[in-house]
């Protein structure tokens, strides 16, 4: 083996470092996948076979046209595109929940396979537009919401808030 | 802050700590000049001529602020692993220097980037703080700052300190591609990033151009402040050299003053 100089052994021994660290954190990370996960998708829930009364996390699209309001309650549909999970709700919704936007439930399945959520909060998505726009857009009839479908119309979509 | 050139005369040169304080301080001024105006320039946009978003209205305006704060938090950290790599590789006399101005600097865009991202997701997302894969991997970026500039304050002998907090840089730099990567690996409350896709921004230009803007204002300031930190620093530094000098020749004994 050639000699090296300092510097070149320094290097080396960085190197090998980084490589060993890189290893290591990636072993740590994919055996913590389960537990970094925030969120299960529907479809994940139903692989997982998470047992009822198990405090999670769901989430997915508000399905449209799912959502129905009663004097004490919410219930809605998530959905992944290939499953689906039917969500009862009783609270305050943020904002921007509505139909067809990305939503996260925490509660639990019922016995009856629907999960009763406590708390929900919505995911933005990492789409922007400025309000004018979808404005123009939505009076057109051009209007494509998330999930690139066309939006329910509004009183539909009010049926959520 | 050097650049790698054909001469090793002048990598030399811009290497002395001396050198840097003479050629530096014709660069505070015009940098400083520069984030006032981009940052002028920033705000307006920002605030005033730039539109609301269709779905967070008015709020979206904190992204202007959020964004920028927490690509330099990563970018000030890529600073400070390049400063890390110079010290232990080539003992660079101004690595030490850049990387402990850099550390504060970092922790500071880190901690406004989560503060705006709590206000901002008040009224988005419904709560200000979650624990998903971006949010927690964010949080121990900026604990790994505080252990950092701890470790600057911990250690007396500044040389020896330069070389373990090196170490320990460059290990953490798994953070930053854990932070990079936490919205695709898991699935997160915080959404996938809107600039740099593999589509293009998700972001029309109006609202692209104010956050650019501010990007750069952002990045000068860092500049700025990098810049002045350093020259600080090496004038610390050689206070406590002559202060341990001083105090040799007077006979006394040669105690290792901490040159903070």
Redesign the interface.
């Known amino acids: 083996m050639a000699k090296l100089t300092r510097?070149q052994k320094?290097?080396v021994i960085?190197g090998g470092?980084?490589v060993v660290?890189?290893i290591a954190?990636g072993f740590i990370?994919t055996a913590l996948?389960d537990q970094?996960?925030?969120?299960?998708?529907p479809t994940e829930l139903l692989e997982r076979d998470i047992a009822a009364g198990q405090p999670v996390r769901i989430?997915g699209l508000v399905k449209d046209g799912s959502c129905a309001r009663t004097a004490e309650a919410l219930s809605f549909v998530v959905t992944d595109g290939a499953n689906e999970t039917k969500v009862a709700y009783n609270g305050?919704?943020?904002?921007?929940?509505r139909e067809g936007q990305g939503v996260?439930a925490e509660g639990s399945l019922n016995a009856g396979g629907e999960f009763e959520a406590t708390?929900?909060?919505?995911?933005?998505?990492?789409?922007?537009?400025?309000?004018?726009?979808?404005?123009a857009l939505r009076e057109q009839g051009e209007w494509y919401g998330e999930g690139e479908q066309p939006a329910a119309p509004p009183a539909a979509e009010n049926a959520c808030r | 802050m050097t650049s790698e050139t054909k001469s090793p005369g002048f990598f030399s040169r811009l290497a002395h700590p001396g050198q840097f304080l003479v050629w530096s301080r014709y660069l505070v001024w015009p940098l400083a000049g520069l984030t006032v105006i981009l940052f002028a320039i920033g705000l307006y946009l920002a605030l005033v001529a730039s539109?609301?978003?269709?779905?967070?209205?008015e709020t979206?305006r904190i992204?202007y602020m959020h964004v920028p704060n927490a690509w330099l938090s990563m970018m000030c950290y890529g600073v400070m692993a390049v400063a890390a790599?110079g010290t232990?590789?080539?003992r660079h006399p101004l690595a030490d220097v850049a990387a402990k101005s850099a550390a504060p600097l970092g922790a500071i865009f880190t901690a406004i980037a989560l503060l705006t991202g709590i206000v901002w997701g008040i009224?988005?997302?419904?709560?200000g703080w979650?624990?998903?894969?971006r949010l927690?991997s964010m949080l121990l970026h900026f604990l790994i700052y505080l252990g950092i500039i701890a470790m600057w304050f911990t250690f007396e002998d500044q040389h020896r300190a330069g070389r373990i907090i090196a170490?320990f840089t460059?290990?953490g730099v798994?953070n930053l591609?854990?932070i990079h990567y936490s919205v695709e690996?898991?699935?997160?409350?915080h959404?996938?990033?809107?600039v740099f896709?593999a589509e293009g921004p998700?972001?029309?230009l109006?609202?692209l151009t104010p956050l650019f803007v501010n990007l750069f204002a952002f990045s000068f300031l860092f500049a700025t402040l990098q810049v002045v930190s350093m020259r600080t620093e090496i004038m610390r530094r050689r206070v406590a050299a002559m202060q341990r000098q001083a105090a040799m020749n007077r006979g006394a004994a040669p105690s290792p003053e901490p040159a903070r």
Do not use: C
């Open positions: 510097k320094r290097l960085i470092l980084a660290v890189a954190a990370l996948r970094i996960i925030y969120f299960y998708s989430g305050i919704t943020p904002d921007l929940f996260i708390t929900i909060l919505a995911k933005h998505d990492e789409n922007y537009m400025p309000k004018e726009v979808a404005d | 539109p609301a978003d269709y779905q967070m209205g979206v992204m790599f232990l590789v080539w009224p988005t997302w419904g709560t979650v624990w998903d894969g927690t170490v460059l290990i798994v591609v854990v690996w898991w699935s997160t409350l959404q996938p990033a809107s896709t998700k972001m029309p109006e609202l």
